[in-house]
């Protein structure tokens, strides 16, 4: 069965720092990637996703994150966060097995960040 | 933009009630999924669904079950209420592998 790994709970940065949130996932193949945000009393918004190609992806608000195969990894960065980042943010995985998957993810357990002025 | 839409926000139900958390998606999604958020745990597959009437268990589908009469709705049942279940659930409708969110129900049972 895959899982999925967000080592940190809590993570706090300063407003104009740079932002890494690492996640690594247990998949016998290369699975579907993808990371989520949700806002405080919102559900989930996709941020960016990674199915084949090139390992570094973009996503929406400015979020990349890097798909790392040796290192089971697919951690997300932002160069210069801003205070509405302030957020929880999943990780989530699919298998890349086609047939009866039915679409189903499997979620990390979230980072919450929280932004200092 | 795909919409996925909650019947409440926020509901407070006694302990033994049994209690209906409606879905419903306006993209034509096959799919459609329930999960409950608690600190710490993340998101947890409660049920999903892949077709009208079709339905599969999840992860922790004890003490719910789920009616998918129709593709656009989806609900989730509590039959008989416990202080355990006391959390925030999320619908999601989704193609392929890309779930769409609701903004949850924050359910509490006293």
């Known amino acids: 069965a895959q899982s999925v790994t967000q080592p940190d709970i809590h993570l706090t940065v300063s407003e104009g720092a740079s932002l890494e949130l690492r996640c690594n996932y247990s998949?016998?193949?290369?699975?579907?990637l993808f990371w989520y945000v949700q806002s405080p009393g919102q559900g989930l918004q996709l941020l960016l996703k990674?199915?084949?190609?090139?390992?570094l992806v973009q996503g929406i608000k400015g979020f990349e994150a890097e798909f790392k195969r040796s290192q089971s990894s697919f951690n997300l960065r932002k160069p210069s966060v801003h205070w509405s980042d302030a957020a929880e943010y999943f990780c989530?995985?699919?298998?890349?097995?086609?047939?009866?998957?039915?679409?189903?993810?499997?979620f990390g357990q979230g980072t919450i960040l929280t932004v200092h002025p | 933009d795909v919409k996925v839409t909650q019947s409440s926000r926020y509901l407070v139900k006694r302990t033994g009630e049994k209690v209906f958390l409606e879905c419903v998606q306006d993209?034509?999604?096959?799919?459609m999924f329930w999960y409950r958020q608690d600190p710490g745990l993340g998101l947890r597959l409660i049920y999903f669904?892949?077709?009208?009437?079709?339905?599969e268990k999840g992860d922790i589908p004890e003490g719910y079950s789920v009616s998918r009469e129709k593709k656009e709705r989806f609900s989730l049942i509590l039959e008989s209420a416990s202080t355990n279940q006391t959390s925030m659930y999320l619908c999601?409708?989704?193609?392929?592998?890309?779930?769409?969110f609701g903004p949850g129900t924050r359910l509490t049972v006293t």
């Open positions: 669904s892949y077709d009208v009437k079709m339905k």
């Open positions: 993209m034509d999604h096959e799919n």
């Open positions: 998949y016998g193949a290369t699975p579907y």
């Open positions: 989530a995985v699919g298998p890349n097995a086609g047939g009866t998957s039915y679409g189903k993810l499997t």
């Open positions: 999601a409708s989704g193609a392929f592998y890309e779930q769409y």
């Open positions: 990674y199915f084949s190609g090139d390992t």
